[in-house]
């Protein structure tokens, strides 16, 4: 499958944490994107990471991409409850037209 | 304030019903997808159109899901017979672009029980 894999599947921090998610892919990809889904809302897009970029950063988010090891990372530095949410990486389809997701990793930020 | 509206909201229905669902994409956006969201299966890529015209639909069940784009303003996902197997939240999300750098600009989905 070309469906990318986040790890953990479900992670529980205090505010003022940092959280690490992580996603791992199958094939080459020339680009990777985390969207973020509020509970019963549609997802919304965080960031894009290109192939050729090793690290991108926006606000309290630092993404990294590791083409050698198929693998990204979302940073969220300082958590807040607010960023309570499932958090998604999605991956080009094999003919690069539409963007394959994870299952996501769910995040819960405890006050 | 642009965003992509999808009716309705939620719809229960009886097995061997039809349904169809409706997608408003963001005015200008030339992409539209239909994804499929599970506890099981996560989101699911079902089809997705460029400038109307349909691109992939493989994800879909072709027996019983259809899906169109009769102008530029309305995408429809339709499902006859529906199955309580089908129960899901179908999400549309429309992009600008021609290409896997697409940002996608999901809808508040549709949540389906077939009962």
């Known amino acids: 499958s070309q469906q990318g894999e986040e790890d953990p599947q479900a992670l529980s921090i205090q505010e003022g944490e940092n959280a690490t998610m992580n996603c791992s892919y199958k094939?080459?990809?020339?680009?990777l994107q985390w969207y973020r889904q509020n509970s019963g809302r549609g997802l919304v897009h965080l960031i894009l990471?290109?192939?050729?970029?090793r690290e991108k950063h926006s606000g309290r988010l630092r993404v990294t991409l590791d083409t050698s090891k198929k693998s990204s990372s979302l940073l969220i530095t300082a958590s807040r409850a607010a960023d309570t949410a499932s958090y998604f990486c999605?991956?080009?389809?094999?003919?690069?037209?539409?963007?394959?997701f994870g299952k996501g990793t769910t995040l819960s930020v405890s006050s | 304030d642009a965003r992509v509206t999808q009716t309705p909201r939620h719809k229960v229905t009886e097995m061997g019903q039809e349904v169809t669902m409706r997608c408003q994409p963001i005015?200008?956006?030339?992409?539209v997808f239909w994804y499929r969201q599970t506890m099981m299966q996560g989101l699911e890529l079902l089809a997705y159109?460029?400038?109307?015209?349909?691109?992939?639909d493989s994800g879909m069940p072709k027996d019983r899901f259809s899906a169109e784009m009769p102008d530029a303003t309305l995408a429809t996902l339709k499902i006859q017979p529906s199955e309580p197997r089908d129960s899901a939240v179908y999400f549309c999300a429309s992009g600008l672009g021609a290409g896997s750098y697409t940002e996608a600009f999901f809808g508040q989905g549709t949540r389906l029980t077939v009962v």
């Open positions: 005015l200008g956006h030339n992409t």
């Open positions: 094939t080459s990809i020339n680009n």
């Open positions: 159109f460029r400038n109307r015209a349909p691109l992939d």
């Open positions: 990471i290109r192939s050729n970029e």
């Open positions: 999605a991956t080009p389809n094999q003919a690069g037209t539409a963007l394959i």
